[in-house]
């Protein structure tokens, strides 16, 4: 009797959270803001994720856009299990997280889990500044714009000691960087395939180019989602979720919807 009252204690908390959402009839999901295009002023990839999770847990979306903060963990701890300390957050669920091992191990109190997506960095290139390309020797003396903070600015800062620094433009987002290029002033930009995608939606005078720098994971890194450590209840019904979207094509569509070809894991 013991046991079984302790086990009972154990899953009240759990059953608890569920029962907590589901009675406010709403998922309070957090992504992302100014971050085109996953969630950019409303809209984005993961704003109609959130949106089509939402419905198919039989709930409201409570959209809760944030600014990213110094580092990951940081927003794992505003977002997901402390919130903020201006006031906002936590979220029920936060968008866009690493499925990373590293991660997970410096975040016990989380929860990572259902990757979505796969990202990987891509150069893209204006065909007529740049016609021939030839891996990153073809970068030397050449105007490359990427974003600040990014792991495209940090493999191609220290590539080769240094190298290409000189050509290297700086921009606030990789959005931004594109439009420059798209309006001349960048041979190329280095940035997420999915940003670069969504900016030039197929136009043949921006090819895409692998690059294979020495720091930079070859396949990718995976993202998903992350939940309180102790919500398993809601973290299984968003895996179940993402499983039927996934199944019925509407994960594909969504990232279709923006110009975006889905990597599944």
Do not use: C
Request: aromatic residues 6%; proline residues 5%.
């Amino acid at each position: 009797m013991t046991m079984l009252v302790g086990l009972l204690a154990l899953a009240l908390p759990v059953r608890a959270e569920w029962q907590r959402i589901s009675e406010a009839g709403s998922l309070k999901v957090a992504v992302y803001e100014g971050f085109a295009p996953f969630s950019d002023h409303g809209k984005g990839i993961d704003v109609a994720l959130a949106r089509a999770l939402a419905t198919r847990l039989g709930l409201k979306l409570n959209l809760l856009p944030f600014p990213a903060g110094e580092n990951l963990n940081d927003d794992l701890r505003n977002m997901v299990w402390k919130g903020h300390y201006l006031g906002y957050g936590p979220a029920d669920v936060m968008l866009h997280v690493p499925v990373d091992r590293a991660l997970m191990a410096a975040n016990d109190k989380v929860e990572i889990f259902a990757p979505y997506h796969v990202e990987t960095v891509r150069l893209v290139r204006d065909a007529q500044a740049m016609p021939d390309f030839d891996g990153i020797a073809s970068l030397a003396g050449r105007r490359i714009g990427v974003e600040q903070i990014s792991i495209a600015a940090m493999v191609l800062l220290g590539e080769g000691g240094g190298r290409l620094r000189d050509g290297v433009r700086i921009f606030p987002t990789a959005a931004q960087a594109l439009e420059e290029l798209k309006a001349g002033g960048l041979d190329a930009v280095l940035a997420n395939r999915s940003e670069i995608e969504a900016a030039v939606r197929g136009d043949p005078r921006y090819p895409l180019e692998p690059l294979a720098f020495e720091r930079l994971p070859r396949n990718g890194w995976a993202i998903g989602m992350a939940v309180r450590k102790d919500d398993t209840e809601l973290a299984r019904r968003l895996q179940a979720a993402l499983n039927e979207l996934v199944a019925s094509g509407e994960l594909r569509d969504i990232f279709a919807a923006h110009g975006v070809t889905v990597a599944r894991p």
